[in-house]
């Protein structure tokens, strides 16, 4: 039998989630929590084979973060992380956390169940793609990574000189990558820019 933890502070999804798992054969729900920093404490006090993780839960919590320290200090337990949010970011940062699949929240059951069986298999299970968004009147596919960075440290509230700093790049440079987005997406400003992204859950510094 299968012990896993979930972690989802919607009600609605973990009450889907619960029912999915209850009508598979050989899971036993461990736990059902809100929030990611708990799952930690229950990963040190009891054994958990699989963990079902929210990246956004209760409290600003990242599930990221705690996947992170749940792989610390219990190797052999496999986490999928998971999310509703087209976050460009989440994907690198799981598989920088050592997660062992992601899973997008509108691929339902049927989704769900066949990524947890795979990863117990032992075979991880990652998106080909992040969805996109439309920011102003520009896809968020036609962004370069290097937009994509400076897009989140204003999210941040870097100023130009911190952003400067962080990418190791003149502010000129910043500048000229700040007036391409504002051109590509149709935007007049960067706190225009700025909330959109963060509206659209495209970028969610918090995590």
């Known amino acids: 039998m299968v012990r896993v933890l979930v972690v989802e502070d919607s009600k609605v999804a973990r009450d889907a989630i619960l029912r999915w798992l209850g009508n598979a054969a050989n899971y036993e729900v461990a736990a059902a929590l809100e929030n990611a920093a708990n799952a930690v404490v229950a990963c040190m006090g009891g054994h958990i084979d699989l963990v079902l993780m929210d990246v956004c839960t209760a409290d600003d919590e990242s599930g990221l973060a705690a996947a992170a320290r749940i792989k610390e200090i219990s190797p052999g337990t496999r986490v999928v992380i ?68 400076v897009i989140r440290l204003l999210a941040q509230g870097c100023t130009y000189e911190e952003i400067a700093a962080d990418l190791t790049v003149s502010i000129n440079t910043v500048k000229y990558h700040i007036k391409n987005l504002l051109t590509k997406t149709g935007f007049r400003s960067t706190l225009q820019l700025v909330v959109e992204a963060v509206d659209k859950g495209f970028v969610l510094p918090k995590y």
């Open 82 to 149: 998971m999310t509703s949010m087209p976050e460009h970011s989440f994907v690198a940062k799981a598989r920088a956390a050592h997660c062992d699949s992601f899973w997008y929240k509108e691929y339902g059951e049927t989704g769900l169940l066949d990524v947890i069986e795979a990863t117990m298999r032992g075979e991880p299970v990652w998106p080909d793609e992040t969805p996109t968004v439309t920011l102003g009147i520009l896809n968020s596919a036609e962004l370069t990574r290097r937009e994509l960075d």
